[in-house]
Each structure stands twice: as C-alpha cells, then as structure tokens.
C-alpha cells in the first residue's frame, strides 16, 4: 500500500479528476432517484383511491403522473449503470480493501429489489385490461416497495462508509472482510439515513406533481382533476418535510456519536463547547485556512440541544478533534498509510459542508412553504382568486427540493472527507494507482457531454408529458371527472 499512496502523491491530478468524476456522475444519477421513489408511491396511492372510488380524476392522475414516473424510470436505470463501473475502474483500492462488505448489500439490491422492480412494473405498464384490478394495483404497490426497498440497500452500503461495522480487519490479506450482514443492515446510520431519504423524496415528487397541476390551474384546463392533484401534491410534500425534520434530528444524534467532525464542520465549531457555548451557528466565517472562526451569529444552547437532546451537552469542535485524530490516526494506528492524510489533516471543506448543510434546510423548508400556501389558496371556502405569480412560483419551485436532496448528499459526503470508510481508509488511499489522468478526464468529458444530451431529452420528455395533462377517455359519455366508472370497462394503455 505505500507504493500505491506513492503513486498517488506523484499524480494527484488523477485523484482529483477521479473524485470529480465520481461525484458528478452520482448527482446526475440521483436527479432521478428522488423523483422515481416518491412519485412511484404517491401514484400508487392515487391508483388505489381510483380503484376504491372508480372517479375518473384519480384515473387521470394515475396516468399522468405514471407517464412522467416511466420517462424518470428509465433515465434513472441508464445512469445509475455506470456508478458501478467506476469502483472497478476509478476506485481499485477501495475495491479490494472493502468489496467484500461493500458489495454485499450491493448484491442484495440487484437480486432482490431491482428484479422485484423489474418484474413489477412491466405487470404495471402492461396489465392494463388484462390481469384483475387488484393484481394491477398489487404490482403498483410492489414497484413503489422495490424502489424503497432498493433504496435501503444503497444506502446500507453507503453507511458502512460513514460507519463501519459488521467487519474484521485480515492482517495477512490487508483488507476488510464482512461478519456480520446484519450489523451492516441495521448499522444506526444507514437506519437513520433511510427514512430521510424516502420523505426526501416525497417532498420533491409532491412538488412535481404540485408544479404540474399549478402549470394547468393557471390556463383553466382540467380544473377538477388538477384541483384534486394538487392537494395530493400539497399534502405530500408537508406530510415529506415533517418527515425529513423528525429523521433528520434523529440523524443528526447518529452523525454526533459516529462522526462528531463532520457535526463540528456543519456548524463552524471550532472549539469544543457545552451548554450555552454549543450554540447553533446561523452565519459564520473563518480564516482562509479554515482553522479558526473570524465571526458568528449563533442562537446558544441549541446545538447542543441538537446534538444531545439537551441544553448542558457538549459538542467537540474542528480543533480538538483534529489533535485526536492526528494522535490516533496517524501516531498509534498500525495501518497509518492507511488512515493518515498526507495533508495531516482531518478537516472536511468546512465552508462546504456549513453551507450545503444550511442549504439543504432551508431550500426543503421553501419547498413546504409553497406546498401550505398552495392548500390555503385552494381550499373550499375560499373567497380569494388566486393570483398568477403564485401559479408562477409554484412551477418554477419544483426543483427546490430536488436541490435540497442534492446538497443534502454533497452535505453527507463531503463532510466525510478525508475518508473514503471512516476510520479506516482515506479517500487518497482508495483511487486505483495505474489509472493516468488523462485517461479518467476523457471519461470526465464524455459523460459530461453525454449525460448534458441525457439531461436535455429528459427535461424534453418530462415537460410534454406534463403541458400534454392527463389523457381523454372515448369511453366515457360525460366530461364529469368526478363521476364513477368501472375502471376495466376502459381501454387504458400507455
């Protein structure tokens, strides 16, 4: 290993263009994921107060929203293809330290969740007509289970690298090897990280759905049905945000106990402090090296309620953790070209993860604004025509929460640096020592360009699926989107 780290210190370049690949092309990925798991459940919710109800409104947002739910689908697959190429390619090192506990529940997820999806949701597209309504709403509930379930496995693997468990380090083949799959399964973090991800993404797809039926309120189309939806909308992301905020604070605890730099680097604590000194940092700046705190505006005791629960708790700060980290990471650790930066230090971009932290707070809380305006706008007894900036803001919002998700990972993976596991291997150590730099920034550059192209068609699709609204039905004698019809007496493909 220290010829490897040799080789990496000689070329960081490769370093650096290894990392830019692999964070840009898992945020493009995951500009898909939220979308995928919300909106798949909010539409078989809808599909099930369809076949309850027989209203040809919940059939119409069933249609429309599944249509858009497909086109993400299927971009979604595409790029999330090419993220496990690069731990072969990119990340060798890593691979052989840890693949044998990080590819587990890896495997789980292709094995279980993606052919469960898989199956699913071709019953879904294709059993329209031709299995029985409960069979058909079974598989919309089956999909929208495999998407989350897919996304417990993600982010089981990813929680062994915030918090290695499950494992035993094999001193003859220098590497990790797994124990206990269901330590790694239930690690704290990924238990946490789980349900805030899933509400993460009802919030986004509510808004989605909140921008669609906003874009066609606005012209008068499809009043009722829009009307209809946009509450589902609404509820969704508010029901999504209180969820993100109880599993947040509950993430946090487990961020203080596994990773109490990446909780001091969140909040520009700087210094170890209790009760009233562990205050919640509102704005705050630094030094140009990050080591030390110019100026804050801070509300007292509320970090330390944050990260403890209570008022007189203690907070580590950046400073007195980097001087235990140093000492056990680099002074007693056997493995310590391994677990020692050649930088020395332990410090993740603070003005990175204070900001992406704040961000991604802020940005959801926006989001839940709208989404409570929007009910209040709406409701029945309501004297008030809504005004046409709203419908406007209401549009253009429906990426906010979709940014928020992704700070909310830069955020998660950013303040891990400089580790690639946490406690066991640094990020330096991890990339594969015979890939040129040249050869990861021409990769760097097609994907950028192909994946722009991808972004473009995506966008394309999306937005007509959307300005198109919800299909006409021959069937149907009446334009009354509140009336009953049996839903297999309908011809309904997609």
């Known amino acids: 290993m220290t010829e490897t780290l040799a080789v990496l210190q000689s070329d960081p370049t490769a370093l650096a263009l290894a990392r830019w690949q692999f964070g840009l092309t898992t945020l493009y990925h995951y500009l898909f994921v939220p979308l ?35 086109i993400n689908f299927a971009m979604g697959v595409v790029t ?29 997820e292709g094995l279980f969740a993606f052919f469960l999806e898989a199956t699913f949701i071709g019953v879904w597209i294709f059993g ?8 058909h709403l079974a598989s919309a509930w089956l999909t929208s289970i495999a998407t989350i379930l897919s996304a417990y496995f993600i982010i089981a693997a990813n929680s062994f690298m915030q918090n290695p468990v499950g494992y035993e380090l094999n001193p003859n083949r ?6 206990d799959i269901g330590k790694v399964l239930t690690n704290p973090v990924a238990v946490s990280a789980f349900p805030h991800a899933i ?41 999504g945000f209180v969820g993100t905020f109880i599993s947040g604070d509950q993430l946090g605890i487990a961020m203080v106990e596994t990773q109490p730099m990446k909780m001091a680097a969140a909040e520009a604590m700087y210094q170890t402090s209790t009760g009233a000194d562990a205050s919640f940092s509102i704005f705050t700046l630094g030094t140009p090296d990050g080591h030390s705190e110019l100026f804050s505006l801070r509300v007292p005791y509320l970090l330390s309620f944050l990260s403890t629960h209570t008022f007189n708790g203690t907070v580590e700060g950046l400073t007195n953790l980097q001087a235990q980290y140093t000492q056990q990471f680099c002074t007693d650790a056997a493995n ?20 992406s932290f704040r961000w991604m707070m802020g940005l959801g809380a926006f989001a839940a604004l709208i989404a409570l305006v929007a009910l209040w706008l709406t409701r029945k007894k309501s004297t008030i025509t809504v005004p046409d900036w709203f419908w406007r803001v209401a549009i253009w919002a429906a990426p906010v929460p979709l940014v928020a998700n992704l700070v909310g990972w830069v955020f998660t993976e950013m303040g891990r640096q400089p580790w690639i596991v946490f406690g066991l291997m640094t990020t330096e150590s991890a990339v594969s020592p015979n890939v040129p730099a040249w050869s990861v920034g021409l990769s760097l ?10 972004a473009v068609v995506e966008f394309k699709l999306i937005k007509k699926a959307a300005q198109d609204g919800p299909p006409e039905f021959d069937e149907l004698d009446s334009g009354d989107e509140t009336a009953e019809v049996d839903p297999h007496k309908l011809a309904i493909t997609y």
């Open 80 to 108: 999330g293809i090419v993220q496990e190429f690069q731990f072969g390619l990119n990340w060798s090192e890593y691979s052989r330290f840890v693949g044998d506990i990080f590819g587990a529940p890896l495997a789980m």
């Open 174 to 179: 220098g590497r990790a090897e797994l124990t």
């Open 336 to 355: 310590a070209a391994l677990t020692c930066p050649s930088s020395g230090s332990f410090m993740p971009i603070i003005w990175i993860t204070y900001w």
């Open 199 to 239: 509400t993460g993404a009802v919030v986004f797809a509510g808004a989605v759905i909140v921008a669609v039926c906003a874009y066609h309120l606005r012209r008068n189309q499809h009043v009722e049905t829009m009307r209809t939806g946009l509450k589902i909308g609404a509820w969704s992301v508010l029901a």
């Open 445 to 454: 550059a097609l994907f950028t360009l192909v994946y722009g192209s991808l």
């Open 128 to 135: 329209w007509n031709k299995v029985s309504k409960g069979v």
């Open 36 to 70: 995928t798991i919300g909106l798949m459940l909010i539409v078989a919710i809808i599909q099930t107060a369809w076949v309850r109800t027989g209203k040809v409104k919940y059939l119409k947002l069933t249609k429309l929203f599944g249509k858009i739910f497909l």
